[in-house]
């Protein structure tokens, strides 16, 4: 399984960007998505997470700025960030558990992420 994410670039604060993470491969399934960032000198932190039931979590500095959204029948996970600011620079990963095909469990995959710069 392998997760490819797009998206990503330079704008100012207050633009908008969308992210989009797609899965490719033998996969009979995916449960959770997610969208994760790592900033300059700081641990990789949570931003999002969809459920398969599209229940949806975000970290406090993003609600009501983005909103993750799926597409099963693409594989695909969304992130929609408005009103970006300059703290929201990151390198944003996307993680899904996915299961293969002909494996009983899932497991946790990881794309390679996309840098997303906001200019004050």
């Known amino acids: 399984v392998q997760l490819q994410a797009s998206g990503g670039g330079l704008v100012q604060a207050g633009g908008s960007l969308r992210l989009s993470c797609v899965a490719s491969?033998?996969?009979?399934?995916?449960?959770?998505m997610g969208w994760y960032r790592q900033a300059p000198g700081k641990q990789r932190e949570l931003v999002a997470t969809?459920?398969?039931?599209?229940?949806?979590y975000y970290q406090d500095s993003v609600k009501g700025r983005f909103t993750i959204s799926r597409d099963n029948s693409k594989n695909t996970v969304y992130l929609q960030m408005n009103s970006l600011t300059p703290e929201d620079t990151a390198v944003y990963y996307c993680?899904?558990?996915?299961?293969?095909?002909?494996?009983?469990?899932?497991?946790?995959?990881w794309g390679v992420g996309t840098q997303v710069t906001v200019s004050s």
């Open positions: 993680k899904m558990s996915a299961r293969r095909a002909g494996s009983w469990w899932p497991s946790d995959y």
């Open positions: 491969g033998s996969i009979s399934g995916i449960s959770d």
């Open positions: 969809i459920a398969r039931g599209d229940s949806t």
